[in-house]
């Protein structure tokens, strides 16, 4: 689980999170309108399989 503390609107989905040393930990899935404030993402090892190939290579080299 990922939570972070940061501000998210409409059109905020597929956003990089990034942690203190800048590298980009997860993407931003989604907020709820009930509950401001509260997102969820989706961390970056599940994002990173799902990406074409040439972008895949290009992220982890492989």
Do not use: C, W
Not at 29 to 52: C, D, H, M, S, Y
């Amino acid at each position: 689980m990922i939570q972070f503390d940061g501000f998210t609107v409409g059109g905020s989905s597929g956003s990089p999170i990034f942690n203190a040393q800048g590298e980009v930990v997860a993407v931003h899935a989604q907020g709820l309108r009930e509950a401001a404030g509260l997102a969820f993402t989706v961390p970056i090892k599940l994002v990173i399989p799902l990406l074409p190939a040439e972008v895949r290579a290009r992220l982890t080299g492989r």
